[in-house]
């Protein structure tokens, strides 16, 4: 695997379920993102973790939570969603996050919320 | 106002033209700007980034900086169909945080 990967792609759930996006980059990055995209909309970010250390969190819902358990893999744990959520969600590495490096994008999960 | 401006089009070009766009920001104090392609259903791919003004060149693609302006621009050279997609301009607000453009979709005409 080259870059930065993303499972699943597709994923559809009810309102009542819990799962989770899985992101990992094999580029030896140290920051990671997560992005939401919806339609007719810029990418919004969501979170930022730096070295494994949560460093920005755009008021996002409680609904979203987040999850660096090392600096390869990001996770992002969705409950009791609601149907606005549905987007393609995009997860992002760069080399640093003290210093301006572009970021790399997954391929990213399209979640649509029933 | 947006904090980064782009017009959403569609821009259509012929093939073989030059296609020209444009992304306007708001925070004067932005240091480093970049150009994202997505096709559709695609994540962004990154094209180029830019620092400093003027011009800056890869292959077809010119990134142009004008920070008096606020104002960074994209040309593609020699169009082809494959460069038909969205194209994303992404501002750095402070040292660590991106802001998107709605992004500007461009189609090239056979």
């Known amino acids: 695997e080259t870059g930065v990967t993303q499972t699943p792609r597709h994923l559809v759930m009810g309102m009542t379920n819990k799962k989770s996006l899985k992101c990992e980059q094999h580029l030896g990055h140290n920051a990671m993102y997560w992005y939401k995209q919806s339609a007719k909309k810029p990418l919004e970010l969501m979170f930022v973790?730096?070295?494994?250390?949560?460093?920005e969190n755009n008021s996002v819902p409680s609904r979203f939570s987040p999850e660096c358990p090392n600096s390869s893999h990001l996770f992002l744990h969705l409950h009791t969603l609601q149907p606005e959520d549905s987007a393609l969600y995009l997860c992002?590495?760069?080399?640093?996050?003290?210093?301006?490096?572009?970021?790399?994008f997954g391929p990213g999960t399209r979640l649509t919320v029933t | 106002q947006k904090e980064v401006e782009q017009n959403s089009g569609p821009l259509s070009v012929p093939e073989g033209a030059i296609a020209s766009l444009n992304c306007t920001y708001s925070d004067r104090g932005s240091q480093s700007f970049f150009w994202y392609r997505q096709y559709s259903g695609k994540s962004p791919e990154l094209i180029m980034f830019i620092y400093s003004n003027g011009d800056k060149e890869d292959g077809r693609f010119t990134a142009q900086l004008n920070k008096a302006s606020q104002y960074v621009s994209l040309l593609i050279r020699d169009s082809q169909p494959s460069d038909s997609a969205t194209y994303l301009c992404a501002v750095t607000r402070s040292a660590r945080q991106l802001t998107f453009g709605s992004g500007t979709q461009l189609t090239v005409l056979p």
């Open positions: 992002a590495s760069s080399q640093s996050w003290s210093v301006t490096y572009e970021q790399y």
């Open positions: 973790y730096s070295l494994e250390e949560r460093v």
